[in-house]
């Protein structure tokens, strides 16, 4: 069975500061899809971003980008330029290319956002 | 954002009562999920559906049941509750057609069973 480990349950970053948030999965199938997930106070979800497994380089989106290496199976989260509406959960999750359509979520990671 | 929604946002209520999470959403998706989350955790699939008539069990066992008679609705049911049940439940539902598409996510209900 396919996990998702997030070590880091909170981190911090300075308002227009950079944090990376750390993500690692297990898994023995060569097809996936990783993601990260937001999830503030509201509690709605929100993607951030999506990676294919087949694919060398890194997704980006706006601030925010990943530091996808395979063969280490770690997905880092990196938010650049903080802001204060950054602060949130955010998950990371996994999901099989065979077919499944059923995410496995990492544990979260708690950001704050200091003024 | 996410055209999907969720009733109530928050729910206190006795151990043995019947209660009715409600979740619809307004894109036409075929596929709707049920998530439950306890604090500081993460989420467990305990419910899926891919169209009308199609309910599955997920990765997480839980007395409560869902239907899909409709697209757009998909409420999930606890026949008797019980203090265990207390947690977030978070409904979602996606596009059919790959599995990298987005999910979209409700906001959640708070449950507490007292």
């Known amino acids: 069975a396919q996990t998702v480990t997030q070590s880091q349950p909170e981190m911090s970053v300075q308002e227009a500061e950079t944090v990376t948030l750390s993500c690692t999965y297990d898994?023995?199938?060569?097809?996936?899809?990783l993601f990260w997930y937001k999830q503030p106070p509201s509690r709605q979800m929100i993607l951030v971003i999506r990676?294919?497994?087949?694919?060398?380089q890194n997704a980006t989106e706006n601030r925010f980008s990943v530091n996808f290496q395979k063969a280490a199976k770690s997905f880092s989260l990196k938010i650049s330029d903080s802001q204060l509406g950054d602060a949130a959960m955010y998950f990371c999750?996994?999901?099989?290319?065979?077919?499944?359509?059923?995410?496995?979520f990492g544990k979260g990671t708690k950001l704050s956002v200091i003024p | 954002e996410a055209d999907i929604y969720q009733t109530p946002r928050y729910l206190v209520i006795g151990t043995g009562k019947k209660i009715t999470l409600e979740c619809s959403q307004t894109?036409?998706?075929?596929?709707m999920y049920w998530y439950q989350q306890d604090p500081g955790m993460e989420l467990h699939l305990i419910h899926y559906?891919?169209?009308?008539?199609?309910?599955e069990k997920g990765d997480l066992s839980s007395e409560s049941t869902v239907s899909r008679i409709r697209t757009e609705h998909f409420p999930l049911t606890l026949e008797s509750a019980r203090p265990s049940h207390t947690s977030q439940y978070l409904c979602a539902s996606s596009v059919t057609g790959g599995v990298n598409e987005k999910l979209f996510f409700g906001s959640g209900t708070q449950l507490s069973v007292l």
């Open positions: 559906s891919y169209g009308v008539n199609s309910t």
């Open positions: 990676q294919e497994a087949y694919k060398q």
């Open positions: 898994t023995s199938e060569s097809d996936y899809y």
């Open positions: 999750a996994y999901v099989s290319g065979a077919g499944s359509y059923q995410l496995t």
């Open positions: 894109m036409g998706h075929d596929k």
